[in-house]
């Protein structure tokens, strides 16, 4: 099984600055991709950013220029650095992780966080 662990969210004034993090442990093979999504209330559930492995990543057009996704391999953790804030932005912050296990590395696996609140004030 493995676990994913955000941390980082809280309440911030317009144009500040957060930084999130998501830790992944348990039977680990190997981590194909890390992301994260995000939710307003009322909204469906988006994709913000997205590393995958040896790739580019990619981003919603909304956080591109303010937003940058990083993962740091030997610790199997990823990061949102989130610049400029708008009151938009406001939402839970969902780590995403597709993991090849330990047990089954010919499977691919999506695992999820707990999710993380971000407000942004105007």
């Known amino acids: 099984q493995v676990q994913l662990v955000e941390s980082g969210g809280g309440l911030v004034q317009a144009g500040g600055s957060l930084r999130l993090s998501c830790a992944a442990s348990?039977?680990?093979?190997?981590?194909?991709?890390m992301g994260w999504y995000r939710q307003a209330p009322g909204k469906q559930r988006e994709l913000v950013a997205r590393?995958?492995?040896?790739?580019?990543?990619n981003y919603a057009d909304s956080v591109k220029g303010r937003f940058t996704i990083f993962r740091d391999n030997a610790k199997n953790t990823t990061y949102l650095q989130m610049n400029s804030l708008k009151p938009e932005d406001t939402a839970v912050y969902y780590c995403?992780?597709?993991?090849?296990?330990?047990?089954?590395?010919?499977?691919?696996?999506?695992?999820w966080g707990q999710g993380t609140q971000v407000t942004v004030s105007s």
């Open positions: 995403t992780a597709n993991v090849r296990g330990i047990a089954t590395p010919w499977v691919d696996n999506d695992y």
């Open positions: 348990g039977s680990i093979f190997s981590i194909n991709a």
């Open positions: 590393l995958p492995s040896g790739a580019r990543s």
